[in-house]
C-alpha cells in the first residue's frame, strides 16, 4: 500500500555535510565504488546481504539505490532511514559545496498530489512546489530546490538539490541503480554477528565522571 508523505527523521544531519567532510579532507574522493564505468566492480549485491545491513537500520532493502555524478561522493554518514523504512543519502561536492539529495520513498505522484510534496528541503506546505513531465519522470521545483521524481512499482525515487544544475540532477537520475558488491560496503556497515550484544553503552569522552553529567568543555591551561 502506498502510504502519504512521512517526516524524514535523519534530514537535519544533512545541513552539516560540508563541514563533517571537511574534517580532515584535504581532497574529494570517492568513499564507495561508482558504479557502471567507475572502474570497480558492478556485480550486484548479495540480496541477503543487503537485508541483514538494511534490517538494524529499519530500511527496506528494496528501497536501497545509490546513483553517480562526476564530482560529488556519497557522504556515508548521511545515509539512514526515511519516514517508516526508506532510505536516504546524500552525495557532496567539495569543489561546489553543494549536494544532492537521494531518497527513495513509499510514496506515489500524480498532478494532484505533487504539489503536496516537498522537494528536498523545501516547504511544501505553501504549495510552492511546480511538478511538470519529464517523460515517465516528475521534474520538480520548489524555491532554490529543485529534482526529479522516478516513479517504480509501489515507491519513487527522489533526486533533488540546491544550487545544483538541473541537467546534473537529470544525469544523476538516470545513473540511479540497485547497490553493487563494492557500493553495498561503502554503503552500509556489516551486520552484526548473530547473538552479538553490546554489554556496555557506548561512553562519550566529553562527560565527567561525577557532578551533574553535563559535558565538559574547558580548554587545558598549562600553568594554571
Not at 564507495?32 to 538494511?54: F, I, M, Q, W
Not at 505553501?126 to 532554490?144: E, H, L, P, V
Not at 538541473?166 to 540511479?176: C, D, F, I, Q
Amino acid at each position: 500500500m502506498i502510504r502519504a508523505w512521512r517526516t524524514v527523521r535523519v534530514l537535519p544531519p544533512l545541513l552539516l555535510l560540508p563541514a563533517l567532510l571537511l574534517t580532515g579532507c584535504g581532497t574529494e574522493k570517492a568513499s564507495a565504488g561508482t558504479g557502471p564505468g567507475g572502474g570497480t566492480s558492478t556485480a550486484a549485491a548479495d540480496p541477503a546481504e543487503l537485508a541483514s545491513r538494511t534490517k538494524a537500520l529499519g530500511i527496506a532493502p528494496e528501497l536501497v539505490y545509490v546513483t553517480q555524478s562526476p564530482g560529488y561522493t556519497l557522504a556515508p554518514q548521511s545515509v539512514g532511514v526515511s519516514g517508516d523504512d526508506g532510505f536516504l543519502a546524500a552525495y557532496w561536492s567539495q569543489r561546489t559545496g553543494t549536494q544532492i539529495e537521494l531518497r527513495v520513498d513509499r510514496v506515489t505522484f500524480t498532478p494532484g498530489t505533487c504539489a503536496q510534496q516537498p522537494v528536498g528541503g523545501s516547504d511544501a506546505s505553501d504549495g510552492r512546489t511546480k511538478c511538470t513531465r519529464d517523460g515517465d519522470d516528475w521534474y520538480r521545483t520548489a524555491g532554490t530546490w529543485h529534482g526529479y521524481a522516478v516513479p517504480k512499482q509501489g515507491y519513487t525515487i527522489l533526486l533533488s538539490g540546491s544550487g545544483v544544475p538541473r541537467e546534473t540532477l537529470r544525469k544523476a537520475a538516470l545513473a540511479v541503480h540497485r547497490p553493487s558488491v563494492a557500493e553495498l560496503d561503502g554503503l552500509l556497515p556489516p551486520a552484526p554477528a548473530p547473538g552479538a550484544t553490546s554489554s556496555e553503552p557506548v561512553r562519550r569522552g566529553d562527560l565527567p565522571s561525577n557532578g551533574d553529567g553535563a559535558p565538559d568543555n574547558s580548554v587545558p591551561c598549562e600553568g594554571c
